[in-house]
């Protein structure tokens, strides 16, 4: 396994640090492409102009616990989009950006109020174990934050609740978007909340990474793909108008007839 990560630019340093199931899980990262169930149709990717797209990096290391961590940042509150919410790295495709990939690694410190981390293998459980709980607590260095990681100075996580049901980790609660229902997740890390959108991925990149479900339900039954979900918004019979999102890059048209507010 350690010569297979190694084929893989894994540093010498982080593969004696990692546990076993986190090189598996090395592995199963850099080795995924998406499905059929998750890529774009080409013709909806066409239908989307570029200012309105954004991407945003997962930045991973293994902690000195040998864990997998992943580092996140929170929104400066300055900011009128989502202020003080947490995120992944990245933001909104810009004029000057060569590709959604430099979109998602460039550096943006006027946004990031500070950085912190949390295990990647957290957002698979709905209450953690014991073992990971102690590992939620290490905060990044805004400069450095793979090299310089030092163990936090926060309070204690979240304490589950004696009902094994219950957790003051995670929670779901459901809404209604286009006509269909979707289930969205909170995970109630004391430093921020992690919800939306960010919340999701980290969900997949979990499942990915550790090659199985999390141990709660994560979409409602009767919700579509998110492949399905960009076609509702951008091609469907309800998309979302384009004016409604004040463009930073020239757009092109991409609502030739007015779509009524909903």
């Known amino acids: 396994m350690d010569q297979r990560l190694r084929t893989r630019g894994i540093p010498e340093e982080v593969i004696r640090r990692a546990t076993p199931e986190t090189k598996d899980a090395l592995i199963r990262l850099s080795d995924y492409t998406p499905g059929p169930m998750e890529r774009l149709d080409p013709d909806v990717a066409a239908r989307i102009p570029a200012y309105r797209s954004a991407g945003v990096a997962l930045p991973v290391f293994v902690g000195e616990d040998g864990h997998l961590h992943v580092i996140l940042t929170q929104r400066s509150s300055r900011l009128s989009s989502h202020g003080g919410d947490t995120a992944l790295p990245g933001g909104r495709f810009e004029l000057n950006d060569r590709s959604i990939e430099q979109t998602a690694l460039k550096p943006n410190k006027t946004e990031v109020a500070r950085i912190f981390s949390t295990p990647l293998e957290a957002f698979l459980y709905h209450i953690p ?123 092109v048209q991409d609502d030739p007839e007015p779509t009524p507010r909903l």
Request: aromatic share 8%.
């Open 129 to 251: 174990p014991p073992e990971l709980e102690r590992s939620m607590h290490i905060d990044a260095d805004e400069e450095h934050p793979a090299q310089t990681l030092t163990t936090g100075t926060n309070a204690p996580g979240p304490t589950p609740s004696v009902d094994p049901k219950e957790s003051h980790w995670h929670t779901v609660y459901e809404v209604d978007w286009l006509g269909e229902r979707l289930r969205r997740h909170t995970f109630w890390d004391q430093r921020n909340p992690i919800r939306g959108l960010t919340s999701e991925i980290l969900i997949r990149a979990a499942m990915i990474a550790f090659g199985r479900a999390p141990d709660f339900d994560v979409f409602h039954h009767m919700q579509p793909t998110q492949a399905t979900m960009i076609h509702h918004a951008f091609v469907g019979p309800q998309r979302i108008a384009g004016y409604r999102v004040r463009p930073r890059v020239q757009p």
